[in-house]
């Protein structure tokens, strides 16, 4: 039996979009959601709905702007690009999920147990 899909914390999409876009550059919505389930080993599984909903909230705070293009099968597609603004939120959220990363690790294995 496969595990299940794991379920997203708030936030933790954004800073996948945020990540995805500074690694490939400019890319359509259907690309990034296809790469960060790639990259997660397709233990995220995004729907149209889900990804979209991220990129218009990243779009309206100014971290991602967004231009019409056309896409390798040749329709017409918006690609998403960062801005500084969205770079420079990427770092501190970065930085913030590696802390809290690490405290759940302490709090989870409060002995050490997992490190000999």
């Keep these: 039996m496969s595990p299940k ?6 936030g933790t999409l954004d800073v996948m979009v945020l990540k995805t876009l500074t690694t490939m550059g400019s890319l359509h919505g259907y690309g990034i959601a296809r790469r960060i389930e790639q990259v997660s080993g397709h233990q995220v599984l995004l729907n149209q709905g889900t990804i979209y909903a991220s ?10 702007s967004a231009a019409w293009g056309v896409s390798d099968n040749n329709r017409k597609a918006k ?24 405290v759940m690790a302490r709090v989870l294995d409060p002995a050490g147990e997992g490190r000999r």
């Design 5 to 10: 899909k794991l379920d997203l914390l708030q």
């Design 55 to 64: 990129l218009v909230r990243l779009q309206q705070r100014g971290w991602i």
């Design 79 to 102: 690609f998403y690009s960062m801005t500084p603004k969205g770079t420079r939120q990427l770092e501190v959220q970065t930085a913030d999920w590696k802390r809290l990363a690490e």
